[in-house]
């Protein structure tokens, strides 16, 4: 079991920005790809950003240009930089990290953190 644990969420005006953290609990994190989500009140969750393993890098088209995704393995940490913040950008962030082992898929979440952007 991984257990992921976000940092960085707060309050930020219209323009502002924030980074995000997730660190994991294993030994094995620079073989995970990983990812952030977010779920705005009475939406869907919504894939964000990627990490792979091999530090190829994916962006939704919505934050694409403003939030840059990094990972620094030897703290077993991803980061989520988010720039320009909007209001829509406003949400609860959350970590995953995913991997295959003999073909199972494992995938673990954090238990989120919470970004609030005012107008």
């Known amino acids: 079991q991984v257990q992921l644990v976000e940092s960085g969420g707060g309050l930020v005006q219209a323009g502002g920005s924030l980074r995000l953290s997730c660190t994991a609990s294993?030994?094995?994190?620079?073989?995970?790809?990983m990812g952030w989500y977010r779920q705005a009140p009475g939406k869907q969750r919504e894939w964000v950003a990627k990490i792979t393993s091999g530090r190829n890098t994916n962006y939704a088209d919505s934050v694409k240009g403003r939030f840059t995704i990094s990972r620094d393995n030897t703290k077993n940490t991803v980061y989520l930089q988010m720039n320009s913040l909007k209001p829509e950008d406003a949400a609860v962030y959350f970590c995953n990290a995913e991997r295959r082992v003999l073909g199972n898929a494992l995938s673990y979440w954090g238990q989120g953190t919470e970004v609030t952007v005012s107008a």
């Open positions: 294993t030994s094995t994190f620079s073989l995970y790809a």
